[in-house]
């Protein structure tokens, strides 16, 4: 059943996020400014079961806007798969008087979040992941900045390759969900997009485009792969041996999860932030909020975790016009 609450916690759980700390302000300040108590949970769950927790006040949250990571820190938790995870963190909460807490992550840490509802604490869940991939959302928080963190990599990376005419292969995050290489793809002007969701060309049809790029006078070749396909530093000693350009791979890697938060992310991570606190206020459990058709919203985070997102069937098609032109 849920109930009112008076006491928030807040924490920041699975992979971070640019604008995580927008979301924590967010929730600091409109529980205060509602004359709530907020307590700072560091580490994810694993804090949450050890009791490393502080109380949190508008001076905790100055100057943090603008800076990308999470002051509270982030964790993955194995205990939390176990039943007596969950079970120690909420008698944790109650030790704390924490009757109402902000989860702000992915999907997992949603699950998460799904089970200390279930043991009595108001939770609500909040979409940080730059990887775009929870179903119930069209946003989530860091995504744009990670977006544009590897735009601007990879428009350094295809200077460096026109200058030399090389192929270059870049690896972009995304272990399940291709938005980022897929948006890469698009605003980088990429020749070839690999993405895990879906079958894609084959090396010879990839190497035959490349051959063709160059018949037709293209001074360099850029393929974007999603982590989720990998593989590119085998195929790009591949594609060097069969067509004789030199290829080079690169990898992104954790450089897209760093950095400035774009004013997309902190904007959507400010109004995400207080919507959560608004529904712990008005007695909500186990809902996670969404961003959907322009409008702010929420699910159930039970039903939520059903939902299947789909990458963009146009999208998709407008990728395949502009690519290898
Ligand atoms: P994200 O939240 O970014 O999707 P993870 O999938 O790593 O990241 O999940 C973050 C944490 O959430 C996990 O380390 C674990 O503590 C918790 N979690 C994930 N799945 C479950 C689950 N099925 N039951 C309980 N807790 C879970």
């Keep these: 059943m849920s109930k009112k609450v008076e006491t928030i916690g807040v924490l920041t759980s699975g992979g971070d996020a640019p604008g995580m700390n927008a979301a924590i302000r967010s929730v600091v300040r409109t529980a205060l400014g509602h004359g709530k108590r907020v307590f700072g949970v560091r580490k994810g769950y694993n804090g949450l079961i050890q009791g490393d927790i502080f109380e949190m006040d508008a001076r905790s949250v100055s100057n ?9 820190y982030t964790a993955r938790c194995k205990e939390f798969y176990t039943d007596a995870g969950p079970r120690k963190a909420a008698d944790m909460c109650r030790v704390f008087g924490i009757d109402g807490l902000v989860v702000i992550g992915g999907d997992g840490s949603f699950k998460g979040a799904e089970r200390l509802s279930e043991l009595g604490i108001n939770t609500i869940g909040v979409p940080g992941t730059i990887d775009l991939d929870i179903a119930c959302t069209d946003y989530t928080i860091g995504f744009d900045t990670a977006v544009n963190t590897a735009m601007e990599a990879i428009d350094k990376i295809r200077d460096t390759s026109t200058s030399h005419e090389r192929c270059s292969i870049v690896e972009v995050m995304g272990r399940h969900a291709g938005y980022i290489a897929l948006w890469c793809g698009i605003i980088n002007g ?20 490349i051959l063709n790029n160059r018949e037709k006078g293209k001074k360099h070749n850029l393929i974007i792969v999603a982590e989720g396909v990998g593989g590119s530093a085998e195929l790009a000693k591949r594609i060097e041996a069969i067509t004789g350009i030199e290829t080079r791979a690169s990898i992104l890697g954790h450089l897209q999860r760093g950095g400035i938060p774009t004013a997309t992310d902190r904007f959507h991570a400010s109004m995400m932030g207080s919507y959560a606190v608004d529904l712990l206020l008005a007695g909500k459990s186990n809902r996670v909020v969404a961003y959907k058709d322009g409008q702010y919203c929420d699910f159930d985070i039970t039903e939520a975790l059903k939902m299947k997102k789909h990458l963009d069937d146009y999208q998709i098609k407008v990728s395949g016009m502009l690519e290898n032109k």
């Design 64 to 72: 943090i806007i603008h800076s990308g990571g999470t002051v509270l």
């Design 190 to 209: 990429a020749e070839q997009i690999l993405l895990p969701e879906m079958e894609n060309v084959t090396e010879e049809e990839m190497i035959r485009g």
